[in-house]
């Protein structure tokens, strides 16, 4: 028996069944797929499916959890709330720039409480750059960043990412993602659109850079 449970919604039954009770919160955020049954006995298999814009944040009532789908052994009534909150990026992106004599370290990404201008206490301004050597900065807001994060319910973001050479021409970009949320894409470019690197499928990528160069950082939810 497969079972479309929207909102709130209760099964009734004979003595040899439980009564199984399903709400969901927000109520218009998602639904429930009940399948197994409702005999004393029984396993039950609850899934939680959330609607357009919305994720999946966990079980609450007689059972707290967060698998999904939930099975359950069917003892008593039961009681579930299948708890939904808006779908939300929260991740960080380390990138590292060489150019065989110096180091530059940025990070950038999206976290809850964070907006798309400067954040005291989220964002990091650059330092001053150190004479006649590599440096770069993410431009944000009229200030230099080392870090820049962006609001986490941004569906498009595109960071500004200017890189000066020291004296080597030859800069090496890597990267890392960390394991937070993360729906999108991530798109290494320039202001031209010359190339396009995609950054989920490499981690690292060697570019020229004569004097002053203006790359961006394209982010596109998928979704």
């Known amino acids: 028996m497969i079972l479309w449970i929207s909102g709130c919604g209760e099964i009734s039954s004979p003595a040899d069944r439980v009564n199984i009770s399903i709400n969901v919160s927000p109520s218009t955020a998602g639904n429930v797929l009940s399948s197994g049954g409702d005999e004393v006995g029984a396993t039950a298999e609850f899934l939680a499916v959330a609607n357009d814009g919305w994720q ?7 059972v707290e959890s967060n698998e999904n789908p939930l099975s359950v052994e069917l003892e008593d009534d039961i009681a579930l709330t299948a708890n939904f909150e808006v779908k939300s990026n929260n991740y960080r992106f380390d990138l590292e720039l060489f150019d065989g004599e110096s180091y530059v370290d940025l990070a950038f990404g999206q976290k809850p409480g964070a907006t798309d201008f400067f954040d005291s206490g989220i964002d990091l301004e650059a330092p001053p750059a150190p004479p006649s050597a590599l440096y770069a900065w993410f431009e944000g807001d009229d200030r230099k960043l080392f870090s820049d994060f962006r609001n986490s319910l941004s569906s498009e973001i595109v960071w500004d990412l200017i ?25 290494l470019t320039d202001r031209d659109g010359s190339f396009k690197i995609d950054m989920l499928e490499v981690s690292q990528t060697t570019l020229e850079v004569n004097g002053k160069r203006n790359l961006q950082i394209h982010f596109d939810n998928l979704n």
């Open 163 to 187: 890189v000066e050479s020291g004296p080597s021409e030859t800069v090496q970009l890597s990267w890392n993602r960390d394991d937070g949320q993360f729906v999108g894409s991530m798109v």
């Open 56 to 62: 999946f944040a966990g079980w609450s009532g007689d």
